[in-house]
Structures are given as C-alpha cells and as structure tokens.
C-alpha cells in the first residue's frame, strides 16, 4: 500500500521565520511529487518535483526532492500571515497517475 | 475559463437518502478525480475517470457511484447516504497522466449526513 507521511502535522511560527515542512514516501512506481497549499477551500498547486536535488522555487518557497531516501522538503523563508494554510504532499503513481495524499501540514503564522 | 466547477457547494442529508455531486471542467481535460477530505486523514481517491466513458474504482470506493457521460462532466452519486459519509468531497482533473502534469481542484462540496 502508498504511503506518504508529512511532518509536523502542525505548527506556529512568527512572521520572519523561517519553516521547513517534510514529506516521506514509501511507493511503487513512483512517477513525481507534488505540493499543494490549502486555504479552507481547493488546494492550490505549488510544486512538482521529479528528479532529485533539483531544487525548485518560486519566491520565497523551495523545495527539493531526495528519491534515494524517499523524502521531500518545502522551504518558506520570511514567512508572512498568508502563509497560513494547510500544505499537502502527494505522490504521483502509476500509468493513470493516482495521488496518494500525506494528511497534510496545518501553519499557522502570527503577526 | 472557469476550470473545475462543483455543484452544490454545500448540502444537508438524512441517512438513507441519496443525492448527486456534479464535477464539471471546460478545460478539456481528459482525467477526472472524487476525492474525499475529513479532519486528520488527508485526501482519500473515491473514484476516477481515464476518458469519457471510463471509470475505476479508487482507495475508498464503497457506498459511491460515478458516472462520465460527457468529457466535461463527472458525477458523484451516494445511493443511500450514511453518516460515515459526512465529508468535504473535491472533483479534480488533470490533461494527462504524462509526469509534469498536475491535477486541478474544483472548490470542494462540504456534505452533511444527519
């Protein structure tokens, strides 16, 4: 059975700070993995990671992938209240691409 | 584009009675998901859908029925709703399984079975 595991599973951080969210597999046939953020409505699309160290970026968010150790971080630097959000890893697998979801990261940043 | 679309956005049932989710998509995509989301379990695939005309059952399936008649629209049935089934349900699509495709997420509908 997929599995994929994110830790923490919550956290609380100031504004400024800087957070890294991780994210472990254990799959067959894994094809990429993603991240997704999550404010109380549909996730939105953050990163898609195939190949390992090759990190990805976009801002003030990274992320990087390590298919040796099967695991992934996400990176948020100078961390802002809209920062706040659940943050999903999926793994995609398979010929028809299933992803198997980890329950998800909650941060909250106070101001 | 208004991507992928969800109907009701929210809806109240009594046990035993059933109902119909309705996913739509106008980016002519050829992959349809069901997920289920509830509090500490993540998102659980229900069913999804290769091609008009096809489905396949998921992780938790049991107590659902799909249909995808049309390209553009995958629906979600629950024939005799049950408690259990109290949770916020997301459709998805994506254009293709190729690696470098995501799937995109309609705005989720959060059901209640009394």
């Known amino acids: 059975e997929d599995k994929v595991v994110q830790s923490p599973l919550s956290l609380v951080v100031h504004e400024g700070d800087t957070v890294t969210l991780n994210c472990s597999y254990e799959v067959t046939n894994f094809r990429s993995l993603l991240w997704y953020k999550q404010e109380k409505k549909a996730p939105t699309f953050l990163f898609m990671l195939t190949s390992s160290g090759i990190e990805k970026k976009s801002g003030r968010l990274s992320s990087i992938l390590d298919k040796k150790e099967l695991f992934s971080i996400l990176n948020i630097t100078a961390t802002q209240t809209g920062d706040s959000a659940v943050y999903l890893c999926a793994v995609k697998t398979g010929a028809n691409s299933k992803l198997t979801f980890g329950k998800g990261i909650t941060l909250s940043v106070r101001p | 584009n208004a991507g992928v679309t969800q109907t009701p956005k929210f809806r109240v049932l009594k046990t035993g009675q059933s109902m119909t989710l309705l996913c739509a998509q106008d980016?002519?995509?050829?992959?349809m998901y069901w997920y289920r989301q509830d509090p500490g379990m993540g998102l659980r695939l229900i069913h999804y859908s290769v091609g008009e005309g096809t489905t396949a059952k998921g992780e938790v399936p049991d107590g659902y029925n799909v249909s995808r008649l049309k390209k553009q629209n995958f629906l979600l049935g629950l024939e005799s709703a049950a408690p259990s089934q109290t949770s916020v349900y997301f459709c998805?699509?994506?254009?293709?399984?190729?690696?470098?495709?995501?799937?995109?997420f309609g705005p989720g509908t959060r059901l209640t079975v009394t």
């Open positions: 980016m002519n995509h050829e992959y």
């Open positions: 998805a699509s994506s254009p293709s399984t190729g690696v470098h495709y995501e799937q995109y």
